[in-house]
């Protein structure tokens, strides 16, 4: 395996027979959560935007190359879209003092990215079907990633505020 599709199929996790956009977040999260855990927020923040951009263009190289889009096997617009919402949700919670919210956190995103991911609401939707190449590929998977890490900080908020 070249290191291109390596790279496009997060080491290979889009390859799963099964649900592989599934796959490929649950292949992300591990390496997002080492990265908030030895290196900070900031550094997956910086992390995700630099491989959002080399994906965009690796997106469109291979949908010239190949005449597909959208091909289900590329799941690092799900690796970068989970990483944004750890990236919010743990920015956003890590002042609170109950450990248990870290563990809570890294479930919450993983559920609420791959809601929106798979349900695509309102601008995800139209930018999963509207945008082209590798920008609609990788966008739809940040405002999913986005919307995901809003919802786990009102949920937080909500558990604060309730003493939970």
């Known amino acids: 395996m070249n290191f291109r599709k390596l790279f496009l199929t997060f080491f290979g996790s889009g390859l799963s ?13 591990p390496f997002g959560l ?3 855990y030895y290196l900070g927020v900031e550094a997956l923040t910086n992390l995700l935007i630099v491989f959002s951009v080399i994906a965009v ?6 949908e010239k190359e190949t005449g597909t889009h959208d091909d289900k096997s590329i799941v690092i617009d799900e690796a970068v879209g989970v990483w944004l919402t750890l990236a919010i949700t743990y920015g956003g ?13 890294a479930l919450l995103s993983f559920i609420n990215f791959r809601l929106f991911d798979i349900w695509k609401p309102s601008t995800i939707g139209y930018i999963d079907k509207k945008v082209p190449a590798g920008m609609g590929v990788v966008g739809d998977d940040l ?22």
């Open 93 to 105: 919670i890590a002042i609170w003092k109950n450990p248990y919210s870290l563990y809570a956190a």
């Open 57 to 62: 263009f690796e997106i469109n190289r291979y």
């Open 143 to 164: 405002l999913s990633g986005l919307a995901a890490g809003i919802l786990n900080l009102l949920i937080f908020q909500i558990l604060n505020y309730f003493g939970v």
């Open 34 to 36: 080492a990265v908030i």
């Open 17 to 29: 027979p099964v649900a592989p956009g599934t796959a490929g977040t649950l292949a992300a999260m």
